[in-house]
């Protein structure tokens, strides 16, 4: 919208508050361009809370906000106007992000998986994740607004285990892309009643269903509830019917003495709610009863209200986009996991696959085709896992992996999809001149390494997921060293002078029995030792030792294609650097480019390694580094990992140069790629390695802090202080 569109309205009614809001502008243009822009096409929103008075107070907040945690933060609350409603008038609510970490580790025990908590400005649930209010303000106390956000978790994780928004058990669901609870609200006269009261029945199942499961927390709960329901109607007139139910409801007092025959009714199916056979179905059908007894009624009632804040909206658009993504991924990890498998496995010819284009062709005219699938009978295995998938004339055995996940899309759709099979057949065929291992011999055309992969999604890994090709950098004979060293040469010397300090470094080591100097601490504890009656220790000097520095080291420089420009050059620039400063030292490093295509092209380029000396051909390598493909990270890391197994040393330190965050061309990206990097991480740490990365990405705040930790980074926010950056932050790592 455009600003003087949305402010035009009040212009006349509100001009003072408009003056106001104007006047802000010169504070945020000046931190922020975009903020700026945000904040006036929002603003308009707020206007109602607005007073000259407050929006001062409004404007700060969100200035720190930006400067604690960043641009994206601020705009995403701002659209919902974050900071209007409970700032504006004067409440000070309870912030989701001062207690997020707490709820997400309650969450995840009730769910027992990983199931994301999400800042809204709501609360739904879209059956993967649970959205819940940026902040409540409709609670005083702290305590009793923790108490309200975790009952909201509670019931939206509550509403998942009985399923009001499953789509199992309807007909035809998985060619569907509309829940199937909009065909049921569309059968009858009127959809709005019929999802009303569908969404009321749910809620009283799911109260019975928390009183059996949370007992503790329902008794506590009952302490707010009646905050809760203290702006709710008493008596029910034709415009209030479902927030006077609500009421009865949380205030557990129950429908028997209501005489009317609409409230009987509704009385009559409360109580079979909450009985413990009741299923989502029994919800269904009290809300199509009630549904045709108010259209009966002699005065037309509206069932308009608005849900409760723990129960939350019915987003069914949302449900079926999370299970269709959802879908997607179960596809890719099938189709990724089968393929490669097809491909590894030497009993199977991938190259036999004329059923399987003869299936193709028939399923792409739209008939919805299933897998052959054999299962061991019922007696040998209770739960009827897939054990083979029959592709062509073979019958290929699955693995335990491969079962699991067949498993879970066959309850999900109901069957194997054809397509999904035929895709990774053809998939396998693709990659087949790739290398696979032969029981521990691995085949292939160079110098390759398997890893494995984390999948955050499935809590473990895709085991020899991805390969690695050691590849050689190209000597490139041209003026970049003798131009760096040019450029460069008082910053070298000043460095060479620091680093060969570091190296004639000495200690102290304390309480010596002879040495270079009095260790007055150990005197006077000596003396003291002595009046108490206690032998007096006679290890009373200090020693000066020279500092031993047993140090290892590995650069590992991205190459992908976004270093391409400046960056790279700079880049390159501090590795000349820090090479010539280190020569200076005894310190083992080595030098490692990374870049790669897809989890079978990832590659290393070994620019030094750690036994070689420093030389002409090494500046020479470093010169001939050039941006490559994408950013695979993970493997790139474990690769380092395994080179430092076979080197002893007092410190091993990982260094990353990079641009920007891990992703690849496949579904290398987002939190999938960042989750991977930081299990990476987290085993080089196991072993013993220390990682650390210097990076140049504006955005890095808002994942780098996750991937390393809060203290094993460090953003350049200019890339002609990295040549020199870097030799400081060496010499600070490693003393």
């Keep these: 919208m455009d600003v003087e569109e949305s402010l035009q309205p009040l212009v006349g009614e509100k001009e003072n508050i408009v003056n106001d809001i104007l006047q802000q502008v010169p504070a945020l243009w000046s931190v922020s361009y975009s903020l700026c822009f945000a904040y006036l096409a929002n603003v308009h929103k707020a206007i109602p809370y607005i007073t000259s008075d407050n929006l001062d107070t409004w404007v700060k907040e969100m200035l720190g906000q930006y400067e604690e945690k960043g641009l994206h933060f601020v705009l995403a609350r701002i659209e919902t106007v974050r900071f209007s409603s409970a700032r504006l008038h004067g409440k000070q609510g309870l912030r989701l992000d001062d207690v997020h970490?707490?709820?997400?580790?309650?969450?995840?025990?009730?769910?027992?998986?990983?199931?994301?908590?999400?800042?809204?400005?709501?609360?739904?649930?879209?059956?993967?994740?649970?959205?819940?209010?940026?902040?409540?303000?409709?609670?005083e106390d702290d305590n009793d607004a923790f108490l309200l956000y975790k009952f909201i978790v509670s019931y939206q994780w509550a509403s998942l285990q009985v399923g009001t928004l499953n789509i199992s058990g309807y007909s035809n669901t998985p060619a569907k892309t509309i829940h199937p609870l909009q065909d049921f609200f569309t059968s009858g006269s009127d959809p709005l009643t019929l999802m009303q009261l569908y969404h009321f029945f749910e809620m009283v199942r799911t109260l019975a269903f928390l009183r059996r499961e949370l007992p503790g927390l329902m008794k506590a709960f009952t302490c707010i509830a009646s905050q809760l329901r203290r702006d709710l109607p008493d008596t029910v007139n034709t415009t209030d019917l479902i927030p006077y139910l609500q009421k009865r409801l949380l205030g557990g007092v129950g429908f028997d003495e209501v005489h009317s025959r609409l409230m009987?009714?509704?009385?009559?199916?409360?109580?079979?709610?909450?009985?413990?056979?009741?299923?989502?179905?029994?919800?269904?059908?009290?809300?199509?009863?009630?549904?045709?007894?108010?259209?009966?009624?002699?005065?037309?009632?509206?069932?308009?209200?608005?849900?409760?804040v723990f129960q939350g909206e019915l987003r069914l658009k949302e449900v079926m986009a999370a299970i269709?993504?959802?879908?997607?991924?179960?596809?890719?990890?099938?189709?990724?996991?089968?393929?490669?498998?097809?491909?590894?496995?030497?009993?199977?010819?991938?190259?036999?696959e004329d059923g399987a284009e003869e299936s193709t062709a028939g399923n792409s005219a739209g008939v919805e085709q299933e897998a052959v699938l054999k299962t061991e009978p019922q007696e040998q295995n209770q739960a009827g896992k897939p054990v083979y998938?029959?592709?062509?004339?073979?019958?290929?055995?699955?693995?335990?992996?491969?079962?699991?996940?067949?498993?879970?899309?066959?309850?999900?759709?109901?069957?194997?999809?054809?397509?999904?099979?035929?895709?990774?057949v053809m998939?396998?065929?693709?990659?087949?001149?790739?290398?696979?291992?032969?029981?521990?011999?691995?085949?292939?055309?160079?110098?390759?390494?398997?890893?494995?992969?984390?999948?955050?999604?499935?809590k473990g890994y895709r085991k020899d997921w991805c390969i690695v090709?050691?590849?050689?950098?190209?000597?490139?004979?041209?003026?970049?060293?003798?131009?760096?060293?040019?450029?460069?040469?008082?910053?070298?010397?000043?460095?060479?002078?620091?680093?060969?300090?570091?190296?004639?470094?000495?200690?102290?080591?304390?309480?010596?029995?002879?040495?270079?100097?009095?260790?007055?601490?150990?005197?006077?504890?000596?003396?003291?030792?002595?009046?108490?009656?206690?032998?007096?220790?006679?290890?009373?000097?200090i020693r000066l030792l020279p500092d031993s520095r047993d140090i290892a080291v590995l650069f590992l420089v991205d190459m992908s294609s976004s270093t391409e420009g400046w960056v790279g050059r700079s880049i390159k620039e501090a590795l000349i650097l820090i090479s010539e400063a280190m020569e200076m030292l005894n310190d083992r490093y080595g030098i490692y480019g990374f870049s790669g295509r897809c989890r079978l092209g990832c590659e290393i380029f070994p620019v030094k390694a750690l036994d070689e000396k420093y030389s002409p051909e090494i500046r020479q390598r470093i010169a001939g580094i050039s941006p490559k493909e994408y950013t695979r990270m993970g493997p790139a890391i474990r690769h380092m990992s395994s080179l430092f197994e076979e080197v002893d040393a007092t410190l091993r330190l990982l260094v990353v140069l990079s641009d920007g965050k891990p992703q690849d061309y496949d579904d290398y990206k987002g939190d999938y790629a960042i989750e991977d990097t930081r299990h990476a991480l987290f085993e080089a740490q196991a072993a013993g390695i220390h990682p650390f990365c210097i990076t140049i990405d504006e955005q890095a705040q808002s994942?780098?802090?996750?991937?390393?930790?809060?203290?094993?980074?460090?953003?350049?926010?200019?890339?002609?202080?990295l040549p020199m950056l870097m030799p400081e932050i060496y010499r600070t790592l490693t003393t």
């Design 101 to 139: 970490g707490r709820l997400q580790l309650y969450l995840n025990g009730l769910a027992g998986r990983e199931l994301p908590l999400i800042a809204s400005g709501t609360t739904y649930t879209d059956t993967h994740s649970i959205f819940v209010p940026w902040e409540l303000d409709l609670l």
């Design 389 to 424: 998938i029959v592709v062509g004339d073979q019958e290929v055995e699955l693995t335990e992996e491969l079962s699991e996940l067949t498993e879970e899309i066959i309850n999900d759709l109901g069957h194997l999809p054809l397509n999904y099979v035929n895709s990774a």
């Design 703 to 721: 994942y780098i802090s996750h991937m390393y930790g809060t203290a094993n980074y460090i953003f350049v926010d200019n890339l002609k202080k």
């Design 427 to 458: 998939e396998a065929d693709q990659n087949r001149g790739m290398p696979r291992k032969r029981g521990d011999e691995t085949v292939s055309a160079g110098v390759q390494f398997k890893y494995d992969e984390w999948d955050y999604r499935r």
């Design 264 to 308: 009987q009714r509704i009385g009559h199916w409360v109580e079979q709610c909450e009985g413990k056979s009741a299923v989502r179905t029994t919800s269904q059908r009290a809300a199509r009863d009630i549904a045709v007894l108010v259209a009966a009624e002699d005065e037309l009632y509206s069932i308009d209200g608005d849900p409760l």
């Design 469 to 541: 090709n050691e590849k050689p950098v190209s000597q490139v004979q041209s003026s970049f060293v003798e131009a760096t060293l040019s450029r460069y040469q008082y910053q070298i010397a000043m460095l060479k002078r620091q680093f060969e300090m570091l190296k004639t470094a000495n200690r102290y080591v304390y309480r010596q029995k002879e040495g270079d100097d009095i260790d007055f601490d150990a005197v006077v504890e000596s003396i003291a030792d002595a009046k108490a009656g206690c032998s007096p220790s006679d290890n009373l000097f």
């Design 324 to 352: 269709q993504k959802q879908r997607k991924i179960q596809q890719q990890q099938f189709i990724e996991t089968f393929s490669s498998y097809l491909a590894d496995s030497l009993e199977y010819d991938v190259a036999n």
